[in-house]
């Protein structure tokens, strides 16, 4: 772990820096659970770093910013317009190679055994085609469940990483290549393998990844691939990015650029950056067209038009009824609308409370080096959703009448067409449809969008089962170990629900509602209650429906459902985050904490007996500058000092660039060959700290500390007291709910 | 002026607090425009305050949040909820009234003069048509401008002055009740009186006056209306209303609550808060809902149905050609997007650059007392647009052809009956229309939807004239003494160059295109070019017009048009900011800037000299909390202060409540009868004071102050050097562009 340091004096000792503590090597922290008793003492772990988005304005920086004239400046800027067009192009192409493959593998896969299963509802040979079907699921699974062995960090959705990220922690491996390689691969196949995941999550993790790796032209995997481009090599300018490519990678998944850029900054942003902005929704933009471009080519084959915003995209509302216009929605239906919310909060805290169990039972049971145990589980899931797939499918359906497709409410003659192929029969004749099958026998994009605008065609048994069989099918493969998104599935759940009141208000109470409208506001619900975002998911969907008029109901129903989900417990990336042991920042400090304001001492106490051995012995010390370990060792490496009897002046000089070559795997002090240092030479590390960081003194209260902190992104923020003596240091750690909570009961005690 | 002491020593005499220097009245700020005589020798003015975002964490508030609990945060909290959807409904209301009226005031003048002059055109009486037009208008701007000589700061959009606020500005009497009254009724008569300005632009002052007023519970204006309501009395507080309140105000505008959203928090918002956000959403749609209400209640007769978002609405766009689907745009007409952007950006920019000698003029020649100049100006200025308004109608039309209005692409009967019925036929006859009248003899709104929706029907010369007359005009217009926005004059002026382009295209290339498109990306370009704001302005469009697919072609659009535009000058409002001397902060240092980093003493230097009188005589001072003059006179007024045989503790001791009661118009200095004061008494300023703000030292580089200023929305920054003494102070004044590279050149020259 890079430890830092004060430093005391404007020069340091050699030997000094070698007598620090013992670092653990990135390997040792990929190791994600560990074997907890209770559930509220997983405290956020020490060997989680913070990112620096501060910039460390020393000597070296200084020089290239002397040489920035307004020219390069520009040109500067134009770089990184350029990378963002790049990044926001390359998340899309990355959708649209998940998209391409996905589709190909399912309509492979659907085309043969749906085709099987109409032959065999005459021969009697359904074991046959079950076992085609379970064979070509396990294969896919497998796949995509190997490779997660493989990278680890690849398994799930990766938006709790990505937050984690975006909020200043640094989680190894998160942004590598080959997690990108294994992710993107790996959710298409499990998608392909019908297991009840979305492919949307992964696309933020990917995006991020694309953000992280194509302005450092260089990859940690391929240690090979390395261009001589200095830029960018800062915490700093890797985060900016990041926060484009997650966006991006929302944009294509949703067609939603508006709610990428808001979802960067809900679950990034330190401060608000007008310029940054921009950026990320051009990035945004370019993702979401590059992907609509294509998709438009391939599948309509129409190319230069833009008809598929996203990866999953909701169809276009539109209520007709017979010849006139009727209303999406109207002023009653709010009330109905606010019910749902509550319910969707109450069953998306369910979810999250089973889910959570689940998680802390493999915590507990499976050694995190156990791969087997977790690919088999992956099997099983597959096995028991492949099951469930087709004894619903074939035994729980209810025929219904075809008559209604005419009704499609969709204008877009190809979409229509897709809509009705994707009707299915099993065992329904004389022009009815299977709608059990229907809802389960295809991807899950067009049961959604069949929820959303077919009228009048699932019975209300039916939505009911297929809700409970999804709710808790979909929470028990959301943790298994392969690449898996929660928002198709939760979206899908709700749907089926919102449907399902639909169905109840139209046939007993004869209300004059339109279905499609109950349906997504059924989705929003419990996908809200899963996953308690607020403004941003607020645009997502927003954006997807692509209709202005669901703003309203769709944030009241956001609104209601977060607020009673939250009574409960966390949303589900939240309750991942801890369970990881995270330490994220918060938005704010509690209230509570805000009342305690006053007492002095709070973080310097224990800062300097557990953070830093080095410095107690030389107690007190005048505050002079930062320097990170990493910057230490690097000057150590590149023997930067000079003789005691000589000048500082003779000391080797490192440029700006030098300093940050290694960006972000600074070599470690093990690297070091101690025998090579002489204990007689001096550092003079005066040029390469930083001066003047932000500072505060002994008795700033917590909540002026903690804006601080978050606001300026810190990693360091030391405590420097009247007479300018350092006292103590904040980081990260000193920062979060459960520490603060600790020192505040520990406080109380000592009273 | 409210000066700031830095504390020399726990307490304070009461003797030196009364020899500082003199204040100036709220009255004397008023005066907006001060004769100077070179363009670039505007300085910020020093007497605008700084709004303090900061918290003062004193006794007193430490006392509240003592008393604070969960069950109180809790209420305080819904408190907040109850007061932003108050906001949002009031400021829909508003805009319905002024909706309301504005369209019945134009329909009776347009009924009453259109009836006329069709009568007219047989019996060779126009000129008594002409009469009658120009009396209505001359008495509609005759009462708008004598309500802004009432209330000068209700002049203009008030974009500037909002925009100016959220960026920490105080400037006097931008958010009292009276400004409201005359900028809402103000509006109203300048629209209906045929001005070329719009009502969007001063619906968002007025949504910030509801933001700041309502929760305050009371009215400077009225001194009467008072209730006893503790809360929300800080800056801090009443930007945060102020935010969601302009938010509200674009929201109803344009039926854009996201975009709402996103213009707050581009102008105004330090570091981006989730729960404020959150709440700014909220606060928004509650705004577009309620118009939107209302307004489909009121017009349509539909009440519960949702069909009008804002009160500028861009129509549906759908491409239908005979019967089947076309495009709205294709890849290929990006490119023309782009060349409209720089045209858009060039002409922008030609607009802003008249309109600021045009102001410059004005203040030169024109003393801001001299009022009735201003209202002479404001009817010449009527008089011109209802004359070329009319003769343009009259004589310089062509007659089309009536058919293609059965191309009409809006769906909805009613909205296509209103476009019919607003088709002009002055002098033409057997089906045939006058294409100039249609655009002139109609409000605005109704002329921005024919441009986007009617099928060929203006002959490109009309769409020249068009445009060449309203831009003078329009120019013209924005800087009389009006309340007059300049959205829906830009958006018409660029979407009569968008058709034209279309038409050129269609006509003379014969190119396949959709001309509502066209129409749609000049008006971008245009109002792009001349207001350059960014993602607001992008996200305000694609909401307007409700079809997420334009979302690529208006960003680039508006990104090549700022840039184009930047190339030459600021932005409209950024003008009009800079003419007014108000201190803004832009949203980085330059790069320029940070190249001069490591200069100490930058601001130091000249602080205590200029800034306090009171600590020269003291120096070096112990830094030990900061105490504003406000809280310094308030403590003397109450009598809090002990004799000199006495311990401090027998002082008595004020309350937050008490503190804060009179915000935000704290007592002078002057209001202090000295002879009450007794030399002998001392004040113990301690309990009052904020003892730990934030602060930097000395060789701080400009762009870390920088950022901690802005993000942190402070009013003053404290520089402390090693040992705990204060050296200087940064106000808002320092950080100021012009400030900065003052201070530059003169360090250049003593080099």
């Known amino acids: 772990m890079l430890k830092m340091m004060a430093c005391c004096g404007g020069c340091l000792c050699c030997q000094c820096c070698c007598n620090e503590g013992e670092t653990r090597t990135p390997e040792e922290l990929t190791i994600l659970g560990e074997t907890r008793e209770d559930e509220d003492e997983i405290l956020p772990r020490k060997d989680y770093e913070s990112l620096d988005y501060d910039r460390c304005i020393n000597e070296p920086l200084l020089e290239v910013l002397e040489g920035l ?49 109409e032959e065999c509802s005459e021969n009697g040979c359904l074991a046959l085609s079950l076992l085609e079907l379970l064979a070509l699921n396990m294969v896919f699974v497998f796949i995509s469940s190997v490779l997660v062995l493989i990278e680890p960090v690849a398994a799930g959705s990766g938006i709790s990483e990505i937050k984690s990220y975006l909020n200043g922690v640094k989680i190894p491996g998160i942004v590598r290549l080959r997690t990108f390689i294994c992710k993107v691969t790996g959710v298409l196949f499990a998608v392909a393998g019908g297991l009840f995941v979305g492919k949307e999550g992964p696309m933020i993790h990917s995006g991020a990844i694309v953000g992280a790796g194509l302005p450092q032209f ?234 959303f605008h077919q009228n009048a065609t699932f019975s209300p048994v039916t939505l009911l089962l297929f809700f409970v069989l999804y709710f808790f099918m979909s929470c028990w493969t959301y943790g298994v170990s392969v690449p898996s998104g929660l928002f198709v599935p939760s979206l899908l759940c709700g749907a089926s629900l919102g449907r399902l009141v639909a169905n109840v208000l139209k046939i007993n109470f004869h209300m004059q509602i339109y279905s499609g409208t109950f349906a997504l506001i059924g989705a929003a619900a419990f996908l809200g209650g899963v996953v308690r975002m607020t403004i941003s998911l607020t645009v997502i969907l927003i954006e997807s429906t692509n209709e202005i008029t669901y703003g309203l109901p769709i944030m009241i129903t956001l609104m209601v459902a977060k607020w009673t989900g939250d009574f409960f417990n966390k949303g589900i990336y939240d309750i ?156 990260r750690h000193n920062l979060t709910h459960e520490f603060l909570v600790a020192k505040l009961r520990q406080h109380y005690i000592t009273i």
Chains 1, 2 share one sequence.
């Open 218 to 451: 260089q990859s940690i995997t391929f240690k090979k691939i390395r261009f001589h481009f200095p830029y960018f090599r800062s915490d700093r300018d890797k985060r900016d990015f990041v926060s484009a490519g997650a966006a991006a990678g929302v944009a294509a998944a949703f067609g939603a650029p508006i709610g990428g850029t808001l979802f960067s900054l809900e679950e990034g942003s330190s401060f608000w950056n007008q310029a940054l902005t921009w950026k990320v929704l051009f990035c945004s933009m370019s993702a979401t067209f590059t992907l609509n471009f294509f998709r438009s080519g391939i599948n309509f084959n129409k190319w230069g038009s833009f008809q598929l915003p996203g990866l999953l995209n909701f169809g276009e509302f539109k209520c007709v009824d017979g010849d006139k216009m009727c209303h999406l929605w109207t002023a009653v239906d709010l009330a109905f609308f606010v019910l749902m919310g509550v319910a969707g909060g109450l069953l998306g805290a369910l979810f999250n409370c089973i889910n959570k169990r689940l998680a802390k039972y493999r915590m507990r049971n499976v050694h995190p080096k156990a791969r087997f145990i977790r690919l088999l589980e992956s099997l099983l899931v597959c096995m028991v959703t492949t099951l469930v797939i087709f004894v619903a499918s074939v035994t729980l359906g209810e025929c219904r009448d075809l008559v209604s497709t005419n009704n499609n409410t969709s204008t877009q003659g190809s979409v229509n067409e897709e809509v009705n192929s994707t009707i299915r029969r099993f065992f329904c004749y004389n022009n009815t449809y299977n709608d059990m099958a229907t809802l389960f026998f295809n991807p899950q994009e067009v049961a959604i969008h069949q929820l």
């Open 69 to 117: 004239d307004k020219k390069k400046a520009r040109r500067y800027e134009a770089i990184k317009w350029i990378l963002v067009f790049a990044i926001g192009v390359s998340t899309g192409l990355t959708g649209l190679f998940v998209d391409f493959f996905v589709r190909l593998f399912t309509q492979l896969k659907f085309s043969l055994v749906g085709q099987s299963v």
């Open 576 to 731: 991942h985050i801890h369970l990881k042991g995270v330490p994220l920042l918060e938005w704010e400090t509690e209230v509570e904490m805000d009342k305690h304001v006053p007492y002095p001492n709070l973080y310097p106490d224990q800062s300097p007996s557990e953070e830093w051995t080095l410095e107690e012995r030389f107690r007190p010390l005048t505050f002079h500058g930062l320097i990170l370990r990493s910057q230490l060792v690097n000057l150590l490496i590149c023997g930067v000092c000079y003789a005691e009897n000589q000048s500082s002046a003779s000391q080797p000089r490192l440029s700006h660039s030098e300093m940050t070559e290694d960006y972000p795997r600074f070599p470690d002090i093990h690297d070091l060959d101690l025998a090579l240092l002489n204990p007689r030479m001096i550092v003079d590390v005066t040029p390469y700290m930083n001066p003047c960081p932000y500072t505060v003194s002994p008795n700033t209260c917590l909540s002026q500390v903690f804006n601080l902190f978050r606001t300026m992104g810190l990693r360091h923020l030391p405590v420097v007291n009247a007479v300018g003596e350092i006292v103590g240091i904040i980081t």
